[in-house]
T-cell receptor
Framework: GAVVSQHPSWVICKSGTSVKIECRSLDFQATTMFWYRQFPKQSLMLMATSNEGSKATYEQGVEKDKFLINHASLTLSTLTVTSAHPEDSSFYIC???????????FGPGTRLTVT | DAKTTQPPSMDCAEGRAANLPCNHSTISGNEYVYWYRQIHSQGPQYIIHGLKNNETNEMASLIITEDRKSSTLILPHATLRDTAVYYCIVCFNNDMRFGAGTRLTVKP
């Protein structure tokens, strides 16, 4: 599978500000990438599918105007948490797809803390 | 929604085999069975995957029943570093949906 990196690995921001998280596929050109959110002691929840050159597809219950996704190139997808609130504090993880014979790969995650 | 069912927790003695079961009775013919694990505050780590046949790699073995409705992940000689949450996922088109997983604790 692809090698996936995320930046930053952690970030602390004040309530009301916006935070951008980058997800890079280092060795694979990904037309789609996936964003997950994980709250403490819970499993990963799929938030949205990032599509290169078109709009992201959001899962039910995920606010698209709050979680802005941009898939600017075949190796970069960004998630911007706008007007962040403490309840947005979470572990955000992205993944790049596999091909069936090769597995999807996940980034190391970004821990967001909103104060 | 996750299409798999796993026991919430399991214990295993260090050096012994850990056998983690997973039920996926509604699996479709083109869906793979993937196993990942997650150590605290890290991204999921790939372990193994398969479609129909049993698979083995340097980390683990995957046993898939003939009807594909269940599978077992086998860690042949568990170490303390194998303590993690293990996720069994069935998926075809990469949008993986995670269930609650099994928290495996390897004890000395």
């Amino acid at each position: 599978g692809a090698v996936v990196s995320q930046h930053p690995s952690w970030v602390i921001c004040k309530s009301g500000t916006s935070v951008k998280i980058e997800c890079r596929s280092l060795d694979f050109q990904a037309t789609t990438m996936f964003w997950y959110r994980q709250f403490p002691k819970q499993s990963l929840m799929l938030m949205a599918t990032s599509n290169e050159g078109s709009k992201a597809t959001y899962e039910q219950g995920v606010e698209k105007d709050k979680f802005l996704i941009n898939h600017a190139s075949l190796t970069l997808s960004t998630l911007t948490v706008t007007s962040a609130h403490p309840e947005d504090s979470s572990f955000y993880i992205c993944s790049a797809p596999g091909t069936g014979s090769t597995p999807p790969d996940f980034g190391p995650g970004t821990r967001l803390t909103v104060t | 929604d996750a299409k798999t069912t796993q026991p919430p927790s399991m214990d295993c003695a260090e050096g012994r085999a850990a056998n983690l079961p997973c039920n996926h009775s509604t699996i479709s013919g083109n869906e793979y069975v993937y196993w990942y694990r997650q150590i605290h505050s890290q991204g999921p780590q790939y372990i193994i995957h398969g479609l129909k046949n049993n698979e083995t790699n340097e980390m683990a073995s995957l046993i898939i029943t003939e009807d594909r409705k269940s599978s077992t992940l086998i860690l042949p000689h568990a170490t303390l570093r194998d303590t993690a949450v293990y996720y069994c996922i069935v998926c075809f088109n990469n949008d993986m949906r995670f269930g609650a997983g099994t928290r495996l604790t390897v004890k000395p």
